[in-house]
């Protein structure tokens, strides 16, 4: 299983972020959670200070592109084996960044790479 990471998490149901919580945990997968209010979601605290996680196979983004330049050394820092870019939060320079530094930058959905056993 992947051990994954949501930045821009959520306990509000009608997310996207959250949606991907549920879905990732009802597929075995550890989630780490960041957000910009200490919830719960699922029994887990959404933290709201970057951690230095261990062990992250993925970083998944719901963090419009215009937010995102906080987070790229911190990403860089994590060293994940890719980052998920969901519609909406394309970004061609963090992309690049990732790239430069080994990271699979991939544009894509969370919840349909899991519905469709890509993930």
Do not use: W
Request: net charge negative; aromatic share 10%; charged share 30%.
């Amino acid at each position: 299983m992947k051990k994954t990471l949501i930045i821009g998490a959520s306990n509000n149901p009608e997310r996207y972020s959250y949606k991907a919580a549920e879905r990732l945990l009802a597929y075995g997968h550890e989630i780490e959670l960041l957000g910009l209010k200490v919830v719960e979601v699922f029994g887990k605290t959404v933290d709201t200070e970057r951690k230095a996680y261990e062990e992250l196979d993925t970083v998944t983004l719901y963090v419009g592109p215009r937010n995102q330049p906080e987070y790229y050394d911190y990403v860089v820092s994590l060293k994940p084996k890719r980052v998920i870019f969901n519609p909406g939060t394309e970004n061609r320079e963090f992309e690049n960044l990732l790239t430069k530094y080994g990271i699979e930058a991939e544009e894509a959905c969370t919840l349909v790479l899991l519905g469709t056993g890509q993930y």
